[in-house]
């Protein structure tokens, strides 16, 4: 349905040598071979094909993929990137906080930086969910996307762990925040989120990441 | 429009794009970092003025903004890449671009706002806000006008590549 408003020249080139745009992925300039076909490959999954395209045939996630509305796929895919630089953003300045970058900080309030951020990866669960349902049974055989789902779930218990062992620790703020530990969860929370986006743009990469494997 | 798209065809960065695959994804991703810096320390700064944070010292937190600054420098950068290596059909897609035209609009917008920040004598009245004070409501104002435009470059960003939506929610 989206394919409909493509410049010609775009649809002529793809058309040329589909599989060298296909390869660059979803968000290739102009949106028209990139968009989510919402076809759906059977069989390769066993007994959960059938859940997988009923979620992926469902009224909302047809919605999501198919409609013209600016509020369906366009308006998700956006929250999804503003609830990624809240998450991450807030959590790269506490980390560097820990890491002793701008000592005249005090660690104290920045306690408060935490709904923030929960607010933040709460906004990009829905909307990630939202897009899964609508794209099913192509992310989940898509690795990167998995090592994202895991990255995320690790830098979120990372976070988790800075909160109960440095702003609640037992020992107290002061001293949790100048040990090793502290520096550890700093470093972990860059290098997990950092994986994170890198993971999640390589998802729309599927063809390429392959050649790298084959 | 014409002109600046034939001047960003001359620098011929899609010659560059189409000889290595990994360019435009790493671009994108360098994109995402920097915009991840920009608004950790924007909208840190952004939310302490606006009464989020207190205990916080808002002078402190300007600290970060250099490293706001660095993801700006980043993203106009890489920016530069998607728009004059555009390989399917070149810059004059993007300038032509409903979404791009408002996006570029509302950085230029928030450009204006920070020299407003710093040359107005707005950021001198924040610094000098104690730890758990309100800041003035000079600040406020450009704090909301910040959070409001920056997460609109990011909405508008994302609506590039899906321009179609917007035209047809206008009626275009």
């Known amino acids: ?214 | 429009m014409e002109t600046l798209a034939n001047v960003l065809s001359a620098l011929q960065i899609d010659e560059f794009v189409n000889a290595y695959d990994l360019v435009w994804p790493v671009c994108e991703i360098l994109h995402f970092f920097g915009m991840a810096l920009l608004i950790g320390t924007v909208g840190a700064a952004d939310l302490r003025m606006l009464g989020a944070f207190k205990g916080v010292p808002i002078r402190a937190l300007e600290r970060y903004l250099p490293l706001g600054v660095a993801g700006f420098v980043i993203n106009l950068l890489t920016g530069l890449v998607f728009v004059a290596g555009n390989p399917v059909g070149g810059p004059g897609e993007y300038l032509t671009n409903l979404s791009f035209q408002i996006k570029m609009l509302l950085v230029l917008i928030a450009g204006i706002n920070v020299l407003v920040f710093y040359f107005g004598g707005i950021a001198r009245a924040a610094d000098a806000v104690p730890s758990d004070g309100d800041a003035p409501p000079g600040a406020k104002l450009i704090a909301g006008v910040s959070l409001v435009v920056w997460i609109a470059v990011i909405f508008f960003g994302r609506l590039i590549m899906y321009n179609d939506t917007l035209l047809y929610a206008l009626g275009l």
């Open chain 1, 1 to 214: 349905m989206r394919a409909v408003l493509v410049a010609s020249e775009a649809a002529t080139a793809v058309a040329a040598d589909p599989q060298r745009f296909f390869s660059r992925g979803r968000d290739l300039f102009p949106p028209v071979a990139v968009q989510p076909t919402g076809a759906v490959r059977r069989g390769h999954i066993g007994s959960g094909v059938d859940l997988i395209s009923a979620i992926e045939n469902s009224a909302y996630a047809t919605w999501v993929r198919e409609s013209p509305s600016i509020f369906a796929y366009t308006t998700i895919l956006a929250l999804h990137a503003i609830g990624l630089a809240i998450v991450v953003g807030l959590n790269t300045v506490l980390a560097l906080r820990l890491l002793g970058f701008v000592k005249e900080l005090p660690l104290a309030p920045m306690r408060k930086l935490f709904p923030w951020m929960y607010a933040g990866f709460t906004i990009n669960a829905f909307s990630g969910l939202s897009l899964l349902a609508a794209n099913l049974s192509n992310d989940i055989t898509n690795w990167m996307f998995l090592l994202k789902l895991a990255l995320i779930a690790l830098a979120m218990v990372n976070l988790e762990l800075t909160r109960a062992r440095v702003f609640d620790a037992a020992e107290g703020l002061v001293e949790a925040a100048s040990s090793r530990r502290a520096r550890l969860f700093a470093v972990g929370a860059l290098v997990l989120w950092s994986g994170a986006i890198v993971a999640g743009r390589l998802t729309e990469y599927p063809n390429m990441v392959a050649g790298w494997f084959t």
